[in-house]
Structures are given as C-alpha cells and as structure tokens.
C-alpha cells in the first residue's frame, strides 16, 4: 500500500509540474491568465509580429497578441487576433501600427480614436499597419549621408591644403604676438590706472581749489554794480547815437562833407588840378623857378 501511496505521489507531482510548466510557458511568451476581449486586426504586413507581441495604448501594456491568421490563398489580408484586456474601452476608429525600438522588439500600438463617435465591441474587426521605427529612418537617412560623403572628402581634402599653407602658421605667430602685444598694454593700462589712483587725491584737491576760485568769481560778479555798469553803458550807446544823427543831417562840416555832392566833386577837382600841377611842376620846374648867377633880365 505505502508503494502505490509513492507512486500516486509522484504522479501528482508531474501533473503539477506539467501545469505549472504549461502556464509558464504562458505567462513568459506574455499571454494573459484572465479572460481578455479578442479584436482583430487586418494587416497587409505583418512583418516582424509574432504571436505573444505585446499590445500598448498610449503607452502603457494593455494586451498580447494571441494568434495570426494567415491567408496561403493570398485572397484576403493577414489577421492578427489580439487579446484586450476587458477593462480597456477602444473608441471607433481606432487603429493599430506595428511598431519597433532600436533593439528591434516588436510591439503593437493602439492609435485610440475620438470617444465621441462611439466604443468599439469586442469581435470587431481594426485596421492595421506599420509605424517607421528608428531603424527604418536611419535607414532612410543613410542614402543622404552617402551623398554627403564626396562634398565631405573634398572638404577635407580643402582643409588639409589650408592647414598645410605656410600663411596659417604665420598668421598663427603673429596672434602669438599680438597677443604678447595686448598683454604687454593690459600691464601698462594696469601700472597707469595704479598711477591714476595714486594721484586722485592730489587731483581732487585741486579741483576743489578751482571750484573755490569760482566761487570766488561768482561772487565778486554778484557783489559788482551792474546797475551802474548798464547806466554807463546806455549813456555812451546814447552818445553814439547823437554822433551818428549828426553825422546822417546837413548841419556841421562832417555831415555837409558826407551828404553834399557838389561839396564832393568841387574837392576831387581840386586834387586833380593840384596833382597836375605837381606833375608839370616835376616835368618843367623852370616855368616857375628862375635863377641866375648875374640877376634877372627881363624879357
């Protein structure tokens, strides 16, 4: 009795072990143990999704791919049936992309559509297809970077001419020495900013000095008679207008010499009658002066 006792054991302990290897087998592949809602999903590709593919909406795992249904007569699509879990409420419209990270794992992305038109019951059947992951876009660049290559070797190429010019290393041993230059300036503005502080007090001192002299000034100014000083002023810009009236009326000499034009003419023809006087007295002085050593005779 105790040897069939072992033996129903043991069986027992295999029976268990080949569930718990079933359902591990299960849980590892990412098949759900509740009962989720199964939705079908059209694809004209399916590439790289497998059975047990997880399913995420926005993000966040909310079912497994539980089987792929293959068409060998080419008729119709590929469909994948996908368990949902029953909690989760798809909207009309809604779509699935299949998706890939840089690692290459395949996942399926719910595009969720608008609440508003209405929820989606399960059996029904979404639309499916292929999201462009990283490795397809790179893959998209690459044809780009190839184009680039040649531009690029002639840079290069182009670069390494200008590094190899005598000129650059020149040019880069006289920034050694402007710099050496500037540094040389900065010591200098340094040492004349040192003097400068040095001699400040002494330039405020005088300074003050001179705001003191004006101040003086200033006040001798105010302390000054300018009543009288304007008097004086207005008495001789008075006596400068008599003069002038005088001047500008026919009364007196000099206004009868500035106004009278007969007055003027009679004097210009005098000087001219002198001046030719003069002259024929130079050419002919013996018209008016006589001398003779045994006295006059008479003509």
Known sequence: MKKYNKEIQIALVAIVGVIVLFYGLK?????????????????????????????????YRVGVVENIIYDYEGRDDIVAVVGINNEMRMPKGTTA????????????????????????????????????????????????????????????????????????????????????????????LSRLTASLNKQMPQMLENAGGVLANANTLTRSLNEMNLAATMQKVDNTLRNVEQMTAKLNSNDGTLGLLMRDAELYNNLNATMMHADSLMIDLKQHPKRYVHFSVFGRKDK
Not at 136 to 155: F, G, N, T, Y
């Open 27 to 59: 849980f590892l592949k990412g098949l759900s143990f509740s009962a989720d809602s199964n939705y079908y999903v059209k694809f004209k590709d399916i590439s790289g999704l497998s059975v047990s593919s997880p399913v995420y909406a926005n993000g």
């Open 97 to 188: 992309d299949i998706v890939s990270d840089l690692l290459g794992n395949i996942k399926l992305e719910l595009k969720l559509g608008d609440r508003a038109a209405g929820i989606i019951t399960p059996g029904d059947t979404l639309s499916g297809g292929q999201e462009l992951g990283a490795m397809a876009k790179a893959a998209e660049i690459i044809p780009q970077v190839q184009s680039l290559l040649p531009k690029l070797d002639s840079i290069l190429v182009s670069v390494n001419a200008l590094l190899a010019d005598p000129a650059i290393a020149n040019s880069l041993h006289n920034i050694d020495h402007i710099t050496g230059s500037l540094t040389n300036t900065s010591n200098e």
